[in-house]
């Protein structure tokens, strides 16, 4: 099984800030890594894969970087819709697992 | 438009079954690994099982113990998850989900298991 570690759990910012929520596996998985948003009452989107590819439709103030075993989602310019919960999922082996996810909450 | 909306969800007892469908469409669904992932309200995703897209493989977390069956009908471009001997513990919303990365993505159906 691969671990994973995502932080923080939650992360007070503005409007405006630029944010980085971080996901660390405990072995590498090369970039199969996937990030996702989540709203209240919603299923979680598919924002990022391969670690560093944007969705189709996703605003470009997403981004994600990383390989291996170290991965972060970065959040360029926080606008009031991206207020969620992120979670990190490595798709590289059986069972999937996914980060505990990080609540992103108005400061 | 590419969706899967998931069925079947319900009240049901300790030790009861129930089976739940997942109906794809806008998208080659026999092209997609499909996978179920459930959420405990108020906590975080947890992965339950996969099915490759021609059914030949099928994989579960562990913690499941034999109690779930995923299965597939590519001719009715459909998911399902056949849960067995359920427990309280099972109590969540459960999503369809499509893709390697997880793409597409069901409203969820809410599970509660309960006396």
């Known amino acids: 099984v691969i671990w994973m570690t995502q932080s923080p759990s939650l992360l007070s910012a503005s409007t405006g800030d630029r944010v980085t929520i971080s996901c660390r596996m405990s072995q590498g998985i090369s970039s199969y890594l996937a990030w996702y948003q989540q709203k209240p009452g919603k299923a979680p989107e598919l924002l990022i894969y391969a670690a560093s590819t944007l969705q189709s439709g996703v605003p470009s103030r997403f981004s994600g970087s990383g390989s291996g075993t170290d991965f972060t989602l970065t959040i360029s310019c926080l606008q009031s819709e991206d207020f969620a919960t992120y979670y990190c999922q490595q798709y590289y082996s059986f069972p999937r697992t996914f980060g505990q996810g990080t609540k992103v909450e108005i400061k | 438009e590419v969706q899967v909306v998931e069925s079947g969800g319900g009240l049901v007892q300790p030790g009861g079954s129930l089976r739940l469908s997942c109906a794809a469409s806008g998208f080659i669904f026999s092209s997609y690994w499909m996978t179920w992932v459930r959420q405990v309200p108020g906590k975080g995703l947890e992965w339950v099982a996969s099915?490759?897209?021609?059914?030949?493989?099928?994989y579960y977390v562990d913690s499941l113990k034999g109690r779930f069956t995923v299965s597939r009908d590519n001719t009715k471009n459909s998911l399902y998850l056949q849960m067995n001997s359920l427990r309280a513990e099972d109590t969540a919303v459960y999503y369809c989900?499509?893709?390697?990365?997880?793409?597409?993505w069901g409203q969820g159906t809410m599970v509660t298991v309960s006396s």
């Open positions: 099915i490759k897209q021609d059914g030949s493989q099928k």
């Open positions: 989900a499509g893709g390697g990365a997880f793409d597409i």
